[in-house]
């Protein structure tokens, strides 16, 4: 699976919005972005996963530049409670395949 | 939306002996399920792929007769941890995905495992 690179830790304010940038310049064609949250102690919990396209569900939005080689989340509000560990992750579909986590990027969300 | 329950949430045990840690995927069936450890500060890191069934894959590094793995059916996976010493004092965690979608793993919440 792709590698990918994030930056350790990021700051945003309450109510804007939080950019979470992701590297992955070896990504293959067939390998999907997934990012997931860690809230400190508490199992990962999915966010969105997108391939091409642009995705985006009730939590945040997925934005993938057109030659793939790197990603953004976005959470458009930032509240408190979002302040986590997210990892950015690159990985073949199939119910086989393992995650592999990087280091993820710490967000924390200031009042 | 997939749930997957991980129980115990956290256990306290005497070195030498052995602690289950049982991870339970709830209205969905999970043939893969993988285990992976987390030390403080550091990131996931995957020890082993359970399979239902079968013989479970371990990580290199990772010993295979200390932490024992039985994926007796679809929706049951356990993590036997024997002769446990403070270096595994660690936090657990199980992952499992619906065998009908091909994304969205679901993580347990964890187990927090302190040997004393």
């Known amino acids: 699976d792709a590698k990918t690179t994030q930056p350790p830790s990021m700051d945003c304010a309450e109510g804007r919005a939080a950019n979470l940038p992701c590297n992955h310049s070896?990504?293959?064609?067939?390998?999907?972005v997934y990012w997931y949250r860690q809230i400190h102690s508490q199992g990962p919990q999915y966010i969105i996963h997108g391939l091409k396209n642009n995705e985006t569900n009730e939590m945040a939005s997925l934005i993938i530049t057109e030659d793939r080689k790197s990603s953004t989340l976005i959470l458009p509000h930032a509240t408190l409670r979002d302040t986590a560990v997210y990892y950015c992750i690159v990985s073949f579909s199939g119910s086989a395949r393992q995650l592999t986590f990087g280091s993820g990027t710490q967000l924390t969300v200031l009042p | 939306g997939a749930v997957v329950s991980q129980h115990p949430s956290w256990v306290i045990c005497k070195s030498g002996t052995s602690v289950k840690i049982e991870c339970r995927s709830l209205d969905f069936q999970a043939t893969t399920m993988f285990w992976y450890r987390q030390f403080p500060k550091q990131s996931l890191m995957l020890m082993a792929t359970s399979n239902e069934g079968s013989k479970a894959t371990y990580e290199q590094g990772v010993e295979k007769d200390k932490f024992l793995i039985n994926h007796a059916s679809l929706t049951l996976s356990t993590l036997t941890v024997t002769s446990a010493h403070p270096e595994d004092s660690s936090f657990y965690i199980c992952?499992?995905?619906?065998?009908?979608?091909?994304?969205?793993?679901?993580f347990g919440s964890g187990t927090r495992l302190t040997v004393v």
């Open positions: 070896t990504i293959s064609g067939n390998e999907y």
């Open positions: 992952s499992a995905r619906e065998d009908r979608r091909h994304y969205g793993y679901t």
